[in-house]
């Protein structure tokens, strides 16, 4: 089984030297609090949570959860663990300090999500859905609702859920079948089936508190008509306690390719008591709130995939003995060379690892917009930060997992074909990461969020700030400035130049081929996705080479670390980047190639 290091130091240089966080928690609620000491002894705690409870119970979790008459039973050592997580007072990180948690900025709730879900990705769902529960109910939920459900989601005494798809739906929400009646207590009657519901039932908490998606009688049609419910598995006691049953019960649990660990559960609500979040008929903007939390939170398992494979694959190329090195020999008392001396095998191992540290900066990046969405001190710096994490969200979520599952997939691929058996644990990470391509909205709708509403109708502004930001950063290596004499640097920074303005050049000509052809849009809107990410992804790079660099010069810091950090960022430039030009190229090619082909033609007979 490959294991699994905390990489904190990679963490640390992130939130302190290339993101800079602390002024930015200056901005939030109980920012203050986080000074580096703090975060620096957390995350050095959840290390130690993440490596000595969750990485040893990862694969014999690879078994799977057990349904029985309505009751799932999680495997071996989970409930074990998460007795302890909760007893450590993991769940309360971020939450409301009101409410009985520590009030922390959420980007360091998103830090640890990304470690728990590289030590055990089923595992770490479970916890997981409870940050959108709570998010949600946080800023819609009324008084009552934060008191009764708050305190308990936060001390992780119960769970939540977040329940949006149906049998005959997924993304189309304006599809949906559940309805909810108004009952005279103020209550709703709630009927209808869910599916796929991650962590949907289980037995690690006493209560589960779920989300529901549903529609009033009056409700009108599409997705204008959706309102927001909290349906918990049990009723609230009047003491605050879980009380009677409530008519909610998990069908069966998904037989699927990964994150077997994880109850994903067909819930079915018969009759059952619900509580309307918000205003009807504005369920999902109630929602938006869960669902940005979820994606930043699904990109980075992207990022997890990739680190954890890497770790895995990395540990046995240098000891794998095979062939001798093209170049010359390299151990000469042995009867082979570490794999590790092929060219091949260090493109597959330092692609996985741009991705998993590329993926991470940009999360980290993204994560400080997520800081002042929820906990800003004023409602406009609230607005400002939701636009611009709104931006950056499809970005990295359809990107960052797209490169996961390729990292995950370099992975089995080193170990060649011990990488296939399951007992080296490299292709159970793959079947895991592929789940994050899909869940959250598919890499196609996150596609078409960004092409569609973040770009196109936004008219290019947050594309236009972010690609600001890339300017002001390469300014400060013109030739005639200290930090331009830095030929590496120059070189980075004038790529970062060139591709804000590409970027700039692709949206606006998307944007007038769409005018022709409103297809047109949708034939582009993946590829304008991909180029985005690795957009965003050069101008991580290029700030963390930028701060290595410095801290060399300056004689500071871990001198292994900062250069591996230039060798990574050279590689991405050379060997990765050049990517972005064939989806640049692809967004020009006609529609025609897609959609001339009539319908029947796909007829496999």
């Known amino acids: 089984m490959p294991n699994y290091k905390v990489p904190v130091n990679d963490y640390l240089f992130l939130f302190n030297d290339v993101v800079d966080m602390q002024p930015k928690f ?56 998460y007795a302890k997580y909760i007893e450590a007072g993991w769940t309360g990180l971020t939450g409301s300090a009101e409410m009985g948690g520590q009030g922390l900025p959420s980007s360091i709730g998103v830090a640890i999500n990304e470690m728990m879900t590289t030590a055990n990705w089923a595992w770490a769902m479970y916890p997981g859905l409870s940050e959108g529960a709570m998010a949600t109910l946080e800023t819609s939920g009324t008084d009552q609702q934060r008191k009764d459900y708050l305190p308990k989601l936060i001390s992780g005494v119960w769970s939540g859920t977040m329940c949006l798809t149906e049998p005959h739906c997924g993304t189309d929400l304006g599809l949906m079948k559940t309805k909810a009646v108004p009952k005279d207590d103020g209550s709703f009657a709630i009927d209808g089936t869910k599916i796929f519901i991650s962590a949907g039932e289980h037995d690690l908490t006493e209560n ?56 994903t559960a067909v819930l079915n609500f018969d009759n059952a008591t619900g509580f309307l979040i918000g205003e009807p008929h504005n369920g999902l903007n109630a929602m938006f709130t ?13 990022a997890a995939a990739a680190e954890r494979s890497y770790q895995g694959a990395s540990e046995y190329a240098r000891d794998r003995l095979a062939m001798r090195s093209i170049s010359g020999v390299k151990n000469p008392d042995g009867p082979a060379d570490p794999i590790i001396e092929h060219p091949d095998v260090r493109r597959m191992l330092l692609t996985q690892r741009v991705i998993a540290e590329g993926g991470r900066a940009m999360v980290t990046y993204a994560s400080q917009f997520a800081d002042v969405y929820r906990g800003g001190k004023t409602p406009e710096a609230r607005n400002a930060a939701e636009a611009r994490l709104g931006f950056c969200t499809p970005i990295l979520k359809g990107f960052i997992t797209e490169l996961g599952v390729e990292a995950a997939n370099h992975g089995v691929q080193v170990f060649g074909g011990h990488g296939y058996i399951q007992e080296w644990g490299m292709e159970q990470i793959l079947r895991d990461s592929r789940i994050a391509t899909l869940y959250e909205g598919t890499t196609g709708i996150q596609a078409l969020d960004l092409i569609g509403r973040k770009v196109l109708a936004d008219k290019f502004k947050q594309l236009n700030m972010f690609t600001g930001d890339m300017f002001r950063f390469a300014r400060r290596f013109l030739p005639w400035k200290d930090e331009g004499k830095n030929k590496v640097m120059r070189k980075q920074a004038w790529t970062v130049v060139k591709l804000a303005i590409k970027w700039r050049l692709l949206s606006f000509r998307v ?33 963390m080479s930028a701060v290595a660099t410095n801290k060399l010069l300056a004689g ?50």
């Open 208 to 263: 589960i508190v779920h989300i529901v998606l549903a529609k009033l009688p009056d409700a009108p049609k599409g997705t204008k008509g959706l309102s927001l419910f909290i349906i918990p598995k049990f009723l609230v006691a009047e003491d605050g306690s879980a009380g009677d049953r409530n008519g909610v019960r998990c069908g069966s649990i998904e037989h699927k390719m990964g994150i077997h660990g994880n109850g």
């Open 511 to 543: 944007a007038m081929r769409a005018k022709r052809n409103a297809d047109n849009a949708g034939a582009a809107s993946v590829d304008f996705l991909m180029f985005s990410g690795y957009a965003f992804m050069a101008f991580m790079w290029a700030q």
């Open 26 to 81: 200056q901005q939030v609620e109980g920012g203050e609090d986080a000074t580096p000491d703090m975060v620096e002894a957390i995350f050095t705690e959840a290390a130690k949570f993440c490596e000595n409870e969750l990485v040893p119970i990862y694969q014999s979790g690879d078994e799977g959860c057990q349904w029985a008459d309505g009751v799932v039973t999680t495997p071996k050592g989970f409930k074990e663990a």
């Open 290 to 302: 869960y669902m940005n939390v979820a994606r930043i939170g699904t990109a980075s398992q992207g």
């Open 556 to 605: 500071e810091g871990d001198k292994e670390f900062l250069e591996s950090k230039l060798h990574t960022a050279e590689f991405f430039f050379q060997r990765i980047l050049p990517r972005a030009d064939a989806h640049a190229k692809t967004m020009g090619a006609s529609v025609e190639s897609l959609m001339a082909m009539p319908t029947s033609y796909f007829d496999a007979t």
